[in-house]
């Protein structure tokens, strides 16, 4: 599972041979949900109010970029590292 991003205790990544729809992993402590990459928008699992807000935020960064980690992990191939949120 390649590590994206990690920021405030939150860990996103995304995972090689996952199904469509394009989204990725957020972890907060025992917490996990899957975003959607064209919206931003939680379509599993849930996160804390603050850590989805955060994430949230960290997503409307770091869009284009997370689109073109999709398409690398669908093909196998590890994704560049992707800048915390600060």
Excluded: C
Excluded at 6 to 32: K, L, N, Q, S, T
Aim: proline share 8%.
């Amino acid at each position: 599972m390649p590590e994206l991003s990690r920021f405030f205790g939150i860990v996103i990544a995304m995972y090689h041979r996952d199904h469509p729809p394009p989204h990725f992993h957020a972890r907060y402590g025992e917490h996990e949900a899957k975003f959607l990459i064209q919206t931003g928008q939680i379509i599993e699992g849930s996160l804390p109010r603050r850590a989805r807000l955060l994430v949230q935020e960290w997503y409307a960064l770091h869009v284009d970029e997370l689109v073109v980690a999709w398409q690398l992990v669908e093909n196998r191939q590890v994704p560049a590292k992707i800048d915390p949120l600060e």
